[in-house]
């Protein structure tokens, strides 16, 4: 079956725009993650939800990201006032339920560049 | 806070020959642990979780890891490996809570196989 996707795949942008990036998990999961992943950071976590609360925002770094799933399925991933530390590969995975038992499929990612 | 600390951030390695990544985590409670792979420009895929239980797990494409609770290490095992095995590998760790989802990775091993 289908994966999750995400889109766009590459995004190049001025700094100071906002930038939106979105994420279709697999068709019945509950539980959507975000994460980026950047050279000097490595992996990180940003938010998840389940279903379409988030219950867990701590790694969101700055008043300037925000996410918002819909209908508990699609995500978007919003960067306001975009600056050049926040290039970086941002990757969505999604799960069955949430819970280390269940595993979390990842999405290529979309590669953000901020000029 | 759980952490995790990826001590080779490249290993190369000859065709065929056996190779160890190695990861220690750091967590004053009991956690899971899981190793990663990504491919180039691709997402994460899972190669094998510890969850409980016997604390040699065997993954995909030939992989095994060894959870090791005195030493909290999880190495990353292959007795021969194939070109097709290069790639970057990341080690995470997650909290024993079933709401405690997020994933804290390390920062990766390139495993660098050369013919």
């Known amino acids: 079956g289908a994966g999750v996707s995400q889109s766009p795949s590459n995004k190049v942008t001025e700094k100071g725009k906002d930038v939106e990036l979105r994420c279709d998990p697999i068709s019945g999961h509950t539980a959507l993650y975000w994460y980026r992943q950047s050279l000097g950071q490595g992996l990180e976590f940003l938010i998840y939800f389940q279903g379409n609360s988030a219950p867990d925002k701590s790694g969101l770094p700055s008043d300037r990201f925000s996410a918002e799933r819909t209908g508990g399925s699609v995500s978007t991933l919003t960067i306001q006032r975009t600056q050049q530390e926040d290039s970086a590969v941002y990757l969505c995975?999604?799960?069955?339920?949430?819970?280390?038992?269940?595993?979390?499929?990842f999405g290529p990612g979309t590669r953000l560049t901020v000029t | 806070a759980q952490s995790v600390t990826q001590l080779d951030s490249q290993v190369p390695v000859f065709e065929e020959a056996p190779v160890e990544l190695r990861c220690n985590y750091s967590s004053s409670v009991s956690v899971y642990l899981f190793w990663y792979v990504q491919y180039p420009n691709q997402g994460l895929q899972l190669l094998l979780k510890?969850?409980?239980?016997?604390?040699l797990v065997k993954g995909i494409n030939g992989f095994e890891a060894e959870f090791n609770k005195s030493q909290t290490s999880f190495h990353l095992r292959k007795p021969s490996v194939h070109i097709s095995d290069t790639a970057e590998y990341f080690c995470a760790v997650s909290g024993p809570n079933s709401g405690n989802t997020p994933l804290v990775f390390g920062k990766g091993t390139r495993l660098s196989v050369i013919a």
């Open positions: 510890y969850l409980s239980g016997s604390t």
């Open positions: 995975a999604s799960s069955f339920q949430r819970g280390p038992s269940y595993e979390q499929y």
